[in-house]
C-alpha cells in the first residue's frame, strides 16, 4: 500500500497466525486419548510431495456433535446453534504431517483448561468435531511451509475427532506479564538480524532498523489497540523506489506477513504504480 505524499510502503501483517507462547504445567492424572486430524478444507490443493505440519500443543476447539460420517472426513460438520457453547479442548501431544495422499493422521491429545475450556474429560462416544484453533507452543519452521498454520486456523481447514477417551488434562496457566517495549525491541532485533541491518530508535512499540541503505524502515509491534504487527519502508527523492528498496520489501514483508517475495513485488510496484498515477493526475490539475 503507497502512501503517495510520503513515498512509502506499509505491510500489515495479516496472516498472522493467532498463535500463542504460554508457559504450561504439569498435567492432571489421567489417560491421553487419541484423536484423527483430518485436513477437511477442499480449496486446499496440495503438491504430489507438499505436506502440512501440525505441531505438538495445536488446540482444537469443541464444536458440538458431528452432523457427519466418522468414517468420512470430508463430510465432517457441526451446526452452530445459537446460544450453545461447549467447553472442551483438546491439545496435540505431538506433531502428525498430512499430505495430498495422507490427509488424515492420528495421535494422542489431551485436554487443555483454561479460559473459555473447563473440561477435563471428553468421551468419543458423543461422537463431536473438534475444529482448529491455535498453537500454545509454535516452533518457527526453518522454511516456509506449504500453508501458513495461521491460514489453517482462521478458514478451519483441519478438524478432528475423538477415536479414544481423553481423561489427562493440561491447565494453561495466564502467560506473565511481560514488557510490551521490551518484547517488541527483541522481536525488531530478530528482523533486522534478518534483513542483514540493526535496530536504531525505539519510539515504544515502533523500531527503526538502520544499516541497510538510505531506506527509512521501520517495524511496528502489535498491541492491544493494533493487532498485527507492521512492516515499513520509506524512500526519498523520487516517485518510485529503487530496487535495492525493493528488494528490502519483499524480504521484511516475507518475513513479517509470511507471503511470498514474489506475490509481495507484484502487489508493490502495482500499488507504487497506482500511487505515482494518483500523484501526476493531482499535479496537471494544479
Known amino acids: 500500500m503507497v502512501a503517495p505524499n510520503d513515498d512509502m510502503v506499509s505491510l500489515p501483517a495479516n496472516n498472522a497466525p493467532a498463535i500463542e507462547q504460554q508457559p504450561q504445567s504439569a498435567p ?16 486446499i490443493r496440495l503438491g504430489e510431495k507438499a505436506e502440512i505440519l501440525i505441531p505438538a500443543t495445536t488446540v482444537f476447539r469443541d464444536e458440538g456433535p458431528n452432523v457427519g460420517k466418522l468414517e468420512n472426513p470430508s463430510t465432517w460438520r457441526y451446526e452452530i446453534k445459537q ?11 505431538s506433531a502428525v504431517s498430512l499430505s495430498k495422499k495422507n490427509f488424515c493422521a492420528e495421535t494422542k491429545v489431551q485436554m487443555l483448561t483454561g479460559p473459555g475450556a473447563s473440561e477435563t474429560a471428553a468421551r468419543a462416544s458423543d461422537k463431536h468435531v473438534f475444529a482448529i484453533d491455535n498453537v500454545v507452543d509454535y516452533p518457527i519452521p526453518l522454511e516456509r511451509p506449504a500453508i501458513e498454520i495461521g491460514k489453517l ?25 511481560e514488557d510490551e517495549a521490551q518484547t517488541c525491541l527483541a522481536r525488531a532485533k530478530r528482523l533486522a538480524a534478518y534483513l542483514g541491518g540493526g535496530t536504531g530508535r525505539q519510539r515504544t512499540m515502533n523500531v527503526e532498523i538502520g544499516r541497510l541503505g538510505k531506506d527509512s524502515i521501520t517495524y511496528g509491534c502489535p498491541s492491544l489497540l493494533k493487532r498485527n504487527a507492521s512492516f515499513e519502508v520509506y524512500w526519498d527523492g523520487q516517485a518510485k523506489p529503487l530496487s535495492t528498496t525493493l528488494a528490502i520489501v519483499a524480504k521484511g514483508g516475507e518475513y513479517v506477513i509470511g507471503a511470498s517475495r514474489a506475490e509481495i513485488m507484484t502487489e508493490t510496484t502495482a500499488c507504487v504504480d497506482k500511487g505515482s498515477e494518483a500523484h501526476l493526475e493531482r499535479g496537471s490539475r494544479s
Open 153 to 177: 486456523i482462521d478458514d478451519i481447514s483441519v478438524l478432528a475427532v475423538l477415536i479414544t477417551d481423553v481423561s489427562q488434562a493440561m491447565s494453561r496457566p495466564k502467560p506473565p506479564v
Open 83 to 93: 446460544g450453545s457453547r461447549f467447553a472442551a479442548q483438546l491439545a496435540t501431544l
Open 28 to 43: 492432571i492424572a489421567g489417560a491421553p486419548g487419541t484423536a484423527r486430524i483430518c485436513l477437511t478444507d477442499k480449496d
